[in-house]
């Protein structure tokens, strides 16, 4: 007996067989770009799965999933990063092909389940997840169970308006925390100030992306350093907002900007200081992630293990 975790990016797509504790036994990838359709996509993910089951001999009783949204009745409603796939009900298909119950999570929502269950989130009550790649996202954990509002879609941290004047957000909004304080803008600021950098200018002007920055920043790029230390002021504000609305336990955050590791957590965290109600602030400690880069994954395991959360009981 066996969790299948189906973790779906706007880029990759993982699939992942699980013990029923959650202990993963194999995991699985492929590019979106690989399949032409949505529908495509599912079957491909069912072949997968069987394939994993039947390899290790495992009856997989549960499916999770972790995805974009936002969601609707269980359908995605014109979700950002999955262009056309507008309307599919990913835990109805998944479960058809499968012929086993699934349900659906918001990805962020799923990762902190995973963090809460198995990572730095463990023992709390309230806690929340945040990811900073390619966008901004976040999933909470309230009273001792997820809570993901009544469609699925709580705690969009990432379109939190910041800066009124700012870039344009794939959301439709301006100057959102994802628009000025993601991976993606972190790459876009490096390439609008790289002339004014000798590191920078050193590098293939069009490819310069975050890690770029966060590598000019570790060897003390002035224009790296500032840059990376506007980003953490952003993420710093919407922290405060977080803190101040939310007052949880501990936040932990992941995603791949945050493998800048602790000298970066820390500036994060002075920022979340200087944007929270004091009192407020030293009641939440702030984590890296300790699932790494396969957090996701997990997150989707973990929705296998606690099915409906409705339903689930509180810890």
């Known amino acids: 007996m066996a969790l299948l975790g189906v973790d779906i990016g706007g880029t990759k797509i993982a699939i992942g067989l699980a013990s029923e504790s959650g202990k993963l036994i194999e995991q699985d990838r492929f590019l979106v770009a690989e399949t032409k359709t949505p529908e495509a996509t599912l079957d491909r993910v069912a072949e997968i799965g069987k394939r994993l089951g039947t390899k290790h001999g495992q009856d997989i009783t549960r499916i999770g999933i972790g995805s974009p949204g936002p969601f ?12 056309g796939w507008d309307g599919i009900a990913l835990a109805e298909s998944l479960s058809a092909r499968l012929d086993r119950p699934a349900y659906l999570q918001n990805d962020g929502n799923a990762a902190a389940v995973g ?8 023992n709390s009550q309230d806690m929340a997840y945040i990811t900073v790649s390619t966008g901004v996202g976040a999933g909470l954990v309230l009273n001792g169970a997820p809570y993901g509002g009544p469609h699925g879609n709580a705690a969009e941290i990432g379109h939190i308006v910041i800066d009124p004047a700012g870039p344009p957000c794939n959301c439709g909004l301006t100057g959102c ?7 993606t803008a972190m790459g876009r600021i490096g390439r609008e100030r790289a002339s004014a950098s000798a590191y920078l200018r ?34 710093g ?20 900007v945050m493998n800048a590791g602790l000298p970066f957590l820390a500036r994060i965290t002075h920022w979340t200081e200087f944007y929270s109600m004091p009192t407020l602030y030293h009641e939440t ?31």
């Open 72 to 83: 609707h009745n269980g359908r995605l409603a014109q979700p950002a990063n999955l262009p």
């Open 285 to 315: 400690e702030l984590f890296l992630s300790s699932l790494g880069d396969d957090t996701g994954l997990i997150g989707a395991i973990a929705v296998a293990i606690i099915g409906d959360p409705a339903k689930s009981p509180r810890i």
């Open 115 to 122: 963090e809460w269950m198995f990572g730095q989130g463990k």
């Open 237 to 256: 504000h919407g922290l405060g907002i977080l803190v101040n609305l939310v007052n949880p336990e501990r936040i932990v955050l992941g995603g791949g």
């Open 202 to 235: 050193s590098l293939d002007p069009a490819d310069i992306g975050a890690k770029d920055v966060i590598r000019g920043w570790q060897q003390q790029d002035p224009v790296s350093s500032e840059i990376v230390e506007q980003i953490a002021q952003y993420l």
């Open 177 to 183: 925390l994802e628009a000025v304080a993601s991976g």
